[in-house]
């Protein structure tokens, strides 16, 4: 028999199965044996996700419509923009990050090849969001239809 064992992660705990211990996995094999309950909670969880991930999208189409205001009438250099939004998205990050996870343990340090990982992907997105607003200054964007 398996004990299940909580792995931390971002979004909460992983459950992974391990070898060394007696108790049972309390899954249930048949999709048929899952009580209402568990189901009510999937079907929760899934309208949670959809909703949120419909306020990620309306949010970054709000985003764009307004860099390309600020762009097109306000501020008229995107690089400048990106440059002065992205170190002011990073500081909110950071202190909302410190609020959320302050009970938490810090997580162990990241290695050499994790921390150039991050750097790359950073400064890729980085480029993509600065061209991306290049591009906004020269492109229309229908503010309705």
Sequence with gaps: PRKIQPYPSPGGYLRLISDESTEESSTPRDPRDVEPAAQWRLANKAGQVFIFTSMWWCSAILVILQIKEVVSFL???PFALTAMVQ??????????AKMVHAKR????PLQPHEMLYVAFIGTVQGFEIGLTNKALEYLSVAGRT
């Design 75 to 77: 501020f008229p250099f």
């Design 87 to 96: 170190p002011t998205t990073a500081v909110c990050a950071f202190l909302l």
């Design 105 to 108: 343990a810090a997580p162990p």
